[in-house]
């Protein structure tokens, strides 16, 4: 077998891999590269196609067996810094194609370890898209754009400051219950009907914090939740090791206290819900027991889940954004890429593979729900070590995706 990636200058769309169609090659598509792969006897065609095509093929140094190819969807490089032995044949931060051992995957399977998924990689897949990019940006709508305009640097770097000055927000930790409070206290004081609610994480204790605001239209009303998770973790050194986790979660947890300020005078029509869940990091605990605590009449309102994890650290030139969901939360990402189109300078990569943040149970329960995350070209490596520190924040591309944010809330909640 052969292995070779591709590059386009623009999105590659299945138009443009008419030649693997022809040859029968399966092909794997990343943003602008694809990795393609065929039988030996199907390689001079592949050649010869892409000599009259405008794809440059490069052909891989590490054939392998198509068994051992896996996908990796991994937080950060967590993956790769576990096992840096193990051939990496494409490399997009947030998903790796792996050269592996069946058996050795089999082992990872079973460990169902919540910092990285494997799976085979398969046959013909979209990874993660990339939306083209518009001559000019679409037209605004003006008590959108006031409310888009509201996002500011100063309350966001405070905010994210205050989150960091706890040694750790580790889940069970003294900390994080002084974290929860004083999040709880802020979104109080902007107006929010705000609590705490217990969770069990593993053998400990957290909370959820939750605040809601009302909305004004006489009858059914819709929900919007907006979520992000509060704690922190330091992979290595236990539970009160050094945990600033700047970009994990504090850029989404401040990010969302931003968000509930700037709409904390906005006269909405549908209500809108604003959680902090604790004990992520063990396992989703906080949004599961939500979910879970859920009646079907409260959960059929659901209109849009919005989580944010890791929105502040620029990994690659362009300031980009990942919006991760499934088939459920199309339209949810549809709007999302046109409020970017409309009130940012954001490119937009796309992905309908859920993995591992809160997002993840509301799909898997059939609520339409959906991640924004910085862009996976790359990937942030000190996520989980002492390291996440506020240096390495990047506080343009999180007001860029909080505009974003904000404009896609502000069309769902109406006025
Ligand atoms: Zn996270």
Redesign the pocket.
């Known amino acids: 077998m052969q292995i070779f990636t591709c590059r386009t200058s623009a999105d590659i769309c299945e138009s443009q891999l008419d030649l693997a169609k022809l040859s029968h090659t399966n092909w794997i598509q990343f943003g602008q590269e694809a990795l393609l792969y065929a039988d030996e006897s199907d390689w001079n065609k592949i050649a010869n196609s892409a000599g009259r095509s405008s794809i440059s093929l490069q052909r891989n140094h590490n054939p392998s067996q198509q068994e051992n190819l896996y996908l990796v969807r991994q937080?950060g490089r967590l993956f790769q810094q576990e096992h840096p032995a193990i051939p990496v044949l494409l490399d997009k931060g947030r998903f790796l194609v792996v050269d592996l051992e069946p058996e050795l995957a089999n082992q990872f399977h079973q460990r169902e370890d919540p910092c990285y998924q494997i799976q085979p990689l398969g046959e013909t897949q979209v990874v993660f898209s990339l939306r083209p990019q518009l001559a000019a940006r679409r037209t605004s709508v003006k008590w959108i754009q006031d409310l888009v305009d509201k996002v500011s640097r100063s309350s966001l770097e405070s905010n994210l400051t205050k989150l960091v000055s706890w040694s750790t927000r580790h889940s069970t930790s003294s900390s994080y219950s002084e974290a929860a409070t004083w999040a709880q206290e802020q979104l109080k004081t902007m107006g929010y009907q705000s609590r705490l609610e217990n969770i069990t994480a593993g053998s400990g204790t957290s909370h959820n914090v939750i605040a809601d605001k009302s909305g004004n239209h006489k009858g059914n009303k819709d929900l919007v939740i907006i979520v992000a998770?509060l704690d922190s973790i330091n992979s290595l050194g236990g539970s009160s090791a050094d945990a600033p986790g700047a970009d994990?979660?504090g850029s989404g947890s401040a990010g969302l206290l931003e968000i509930a300020r700037v709409l904390g005078t906005h006269q909405n029509q549908h209500d809108l819900r604003f959680i902090l869940f604790g004990g992520?990091?063990q396992g989703l605990f906080g949004s599961r027991q939500y979910l879970a605590s859920l009646g079907t009449t409260e959960r059929t309102r659901i209109k849009a889940v919005l989580n944010m994890?890791?929105i502040g650290t620029l990994n690659v030139t362009n300031p980009s954004v990942l919006i991760e969901g499934a088939t459920i939360s199309q339209s949810i990402i549809d709007a999302l890429a046109e409020a970017a189109e409309t009130y940012t300078g954001l490119t937009v990569e796309i992905s309908l593979n859920p993995f591992a943040?809160d997002h993840v149970p509301f799909i898997n329960a059939g609520i339409p729900a959906v991640l924004t995350i910085e862009g996976t070209d790359s990937a942030n490596s000190n996520i989980h070590t002492a390291n996440d520190i506020l240096d390495h924040i990047n506080y343009e591309l999180m007001e860029e995706i909080l505009r974003m944010n904000v404009a896609f809330i502000a069309n769902e909640v109406g006025r």
């Open positions: 937080k998770h994990d979660n992520e990091e994890d890791m943040s």
